[in-house]
């Protein structure tokens, strides 16, 4: 058979095989995926490839129902980045072999397997939208032979997955709410030549990388970095309520109290982690320090979490336990040539991981799996309503609220956050940069 599919008959003469691998390709790869719709799928079945065209300008169009009923014949697919899958093709039978290089090497890796005539069109010809579209299918086709090649390896090596799963439901589940937006000021401050793959309808969608060893998500895309934004000017004011408010809550002290689980220390709800430190640094009852004395114990804090107990501060009973975790864990890691983290993924011995290296990749992972049962949670209890979570920064929650939901869903929703002793704080106005609260 050719290698191009483009009719129902050449569909139904595949055979199903016991494992394939599948690349979705959008009209516009420059497009967040839920911006964009399926132009072509490449399909391999270990034996040969086959692109299967449903909008191309080159072939007829398979039904995407077709296409999913063929995929869903098989027991097992392998692909790369199920999420970006998710958007448009039922994944429940994925193995993401980004997830298995990660628990393989550590790390992801890469590939560029674009032909000189890829970067040649989309050099040329920026401006336009659905490039993907004219491209030639027999170099879409080149292209995903390459990743191929690259991941083949990789298939048959995988692990348990399921919370990685988890955390691909609940990371899509925010970034597809999208959060309101002035797209001319946001393309002027940003400066960006064209947002049209990031905004619709005065939407910004931002795309979560779960590719990390901590599985801690960073948050770029389209020439926003939505995991810092910065506080001056316009960065944060165009970034708009889409019903009546945009909420954020902040965790108090997030990471301390995260470490405080992984230590079995008690920590106080009511009073300032930092001043409590403060007052141990500083030998001083906790009302009595200073402004200076706080922001000099935060940076006291901080050395010890990122650089190790220093011998001054080991009698305080919080760095003390931390101290002994820190040794114990990476005890073990050297024992075992290996770290299962809160997860359930494996951190493979590498001469790079120090110490403290092993204890910030521990408490990454925890807040990550902190994170990602909160989220569980706001999902279910916000079905139905019409606010919704649309971002998640490392220790905030932003929420895009409507006003006909009524206060206690703001109350339930601090109720949740708050499970298992993180208490939150909270900012709100019409826009995100709080300057204004109605």
């Known amino acids: 058979m050719y290698y191009i599919v483009e009719k129902i008959d050449q569909l139904e003469r595949l055979s199903v095989s016991e494992l394939a691998f599948v690349q979705l390709i959008l009209c516009d790869s420059s497009c967040h995926p839920k911006l964009s719709s399926p132009s072509l799928l490449?399909?391999?079945?270990?034996?040969?490839?086959?692109i299967f065209c449903i909008d191309h300008s080159e072939g007829f169009s398979l039904p995407m129902t077709e296409v999913q009923r063929f995929l869903s014949k098989h027991p097992k697919l392998y692909l790369i980045d199920e999420k970006f899958h998710s958007y448009h093709i039922d994944v429940t039978n994925a193995v993401d072999l980004n997830l298995v290089m990660l628990d393989s090497n550590n790390a992801v890796k890469e590939y560029d397997c674009d032909t000189p005539f890829h970067r040649q069109i989309k050099q040329r010809h920026s401006e336009l939208t659905n490039l993907d579209k004219i491209i030639p299918i027999s170099k879409h086709y080149e292209a995903c032979e390459c990743f191929y090649d690259h991941v083949k390896y990789l298939m048959?090596?995988?692990?348990?997955?399921?919370?990685?799963?988890?955390?691909?439901?609940?990371?899509?589940?925010?970034?597809?709410?999208?959060?309101?937006?002035?797209?001319?000021?946001?393309?002027?401050?940003?400066q960006l030549p064209n947002s049209a793959g990031l905004v619709r309808n005065s939407v910004a969608y931002s795309s979560y990388n779960l590719y990390n060893l901590t599985g801690r998500p960073t948050?770029?895309?389209?020439?926003?970095?939505?995991?810092?934004?910065?506080?001056?000017?316009?960065?944060?004011?165009?970034?708009?309520?889409?019903?009546?408010?945009?909420?954020?809550?902040?965790?108090?002290?997030?990471?301390?109290?995260?470490?405080?689980?992984?230590?079995?220390?008690?920590?106080?709800?009511?009073?300032?982690?930092?001043?409590?430190?403060?007052?141990?640094?500083?030998?001083?009852?906790?009302?009595d320090i200073t402004e200076e004395e706080y922001k000099q114990a935060k940076t006291i804090t901080f050395r010890q979490l990122y650089g190790g107990i220093e011998d001054q501060y080991k009698h305080i009973e919080f760095l003390s336990s931390i101290n002994e975790f820190v040794n114990s864990e990476y005890k073990k890691y050297k024992a075992q040539s290996s770290y299962v983290l809160p997860t359930g993924r494996v951190i493979k011995q590498h001469s790079s991981i120090t110490k403290y290296k092993l204890f910030n990749y521990i408490l990454q992972n925890l807040e990550t799996k902190t994170n990602v049962e909160k989220i569980q949670a706001i999902k279910t209890y916000l079905s139905g309503k019409a606010t919704q979570l649309v971002l998640i920064t490392y220790d905030a929650f932003l929420f895009d609220f409507c006003v006909e939901d009524g206060k206690e869903t703001l109350v339930k929703i601090k109720e949740i956050l708050e499970l298992g002793e993180f208490p939150t704080k909270h900012t709100y106005g019409k826009d995100y940069s709080f300057t204004q609260h109605f």
């Not at 490449?42 to 086959?50: D, P, V």
């Open 219 to 287: 948050n770029s895309f389209g020439g926003v970095n939505f995991l810092a934004i910065p506080k001056e000017g316009d960065f944060r004011s165009c970034f708009l309520a889409k019903n009546d408010y945009l909420v954020e809550f902040d965790f108090d002290s997030y990471h301390l109290r995260l470490i405080a689980k992984l230590v079995s220390q008690k920590l106080p709800n009511s009073e300032s982690i930092h001043r409590m430190l403060a007052s141990q640094y500083f030998n001083k009852a906790s009302e």
């Open 156 to 190: 048959g090596l995988e692990l348990d997955q399921a919370f990685d799963k988890q955390i691909l439901d609940a990371y899509k589940y925010v970034e597809q709410n999208g959060i309101g937006v002035n797209n001319t000021i946001l393309n002027k401050t940003y």
């Open 42 to 50: 490449y399909y391999n079945n270990g034996e040969k490839g086959y």
